[in-house]
């Protein structure tokens, strides 16, 4: 199987149905950073945060996405690891995409670590089997031990990160979706975590990251995608686009 993400002719907008509110009108200026803000209809305003994105990702592409906060990129991540849906365009996946968006997000704070490790799993929509055959390493990398059967409101917020950061790595990914590179809890942690993170961008078939971090884009991507007020700006190898920005700069 050959992986590839294709999206042809991308649009997304976000619809804010009452600007009635000083509250709502503020959140739709927040939207609107680095977007367009347009009337629909009546008291509907609508900011076009993705406008004509055509991007073609195939297997082997270790793809950054960046930016300005607001330029979109983390919006385009969001559709491509399924997040948002396009209000208009085509959004084509050959590949089951791992994403590593918001990986705090479905956890339950009354249960206990080990509970929390299934539910996770099972959301990932991971056989019971798999998830089962995963908990040794899960509970060895993060280094819990007894915390595992404790709820997780007793954990300290680096107990927390470890135990998502474990979970959210555990699995293969054909395509693996990265808004910034992922790091979690105290300093003995991050080393290790750091080379798991590396490992599953080397194992991966496809690797998209959105991230400030042009030292990362440099160390781990072979294309970029630069993005400003919703459209791509820039798309090419990371050699071309570090002279475009050499360019840009003069």
């Given at each position: 199987m050959t992986h590839q993400i294709k999206l042809t002719h991308v649009d997304l907008d976000y619809f804010v149905y009452s600007l009635r509110s000083q509250s709502l009108r503020s959140a739709v200026f927040n939207l609107a950073v680095g977007g367009k803000m347009y009337k629909a209809a009546g008291d509907v305003a609508a900011v076009k945060a993705l406008s004509d994105i055509n991007l073609e990702i195939n297997e082997g592409d270790r793809i950054a996405l960046v930016g300005h906060n607001g330029s979109g990129k983390?919006?385009?991540l969001k559709v491509i690891a399924g997040i948002y849906h396009p209000t208009r365009g085509e959004l084509h996946i050959d590949g089951d995409i791992t994403s590593m968006i918001?990986?705090?997000a479905g956890i339950?704070?009354?249960a206990t670590g080990l509970r929390n490790i299934h539910k996770l799993g099972l959301?990932?929509?991971l056989p019971r089997k798999v998830i089962d055959s995963r908990v040794d390493a899960i509970a060895e990398f993060s280094g819990l031990g007894d915390f595992l059967h404790l709820p997780v409101r007793t954990y300290s917020a680096g107990m927390l990160a470890r135990l998502m950061f474990s979970v959210a790595t555990e699995?293969?990914?054909d395509i693996l979706v990265l808004d910034e590179w992922l790091s979690a809890g105290d300093a003995d942690f991050v080393?290790?975590?750091g080379q798991r993170m590396q490992k599953m961008v080397e194992e991966a078939k496809i690797v998209v990251l959105a991230?400030?971090?042009h030292d990362l884009v440099k160390r781990v991507c072979n294309r970029v995608c630069e993005l400003q007020a919703g459209r791509i700006a820039f798309l090419g190898s990371t050699e071309d686009w570090l002279a475009y920005r050499e360019t840009q700069a003069a």
């Open positions: 983390t919006t385009l918001a990986i705090n339950d704070m009354e959301m990932r929509r699995f293969e990914a080393k290790k975590a991230t400030h971090d």
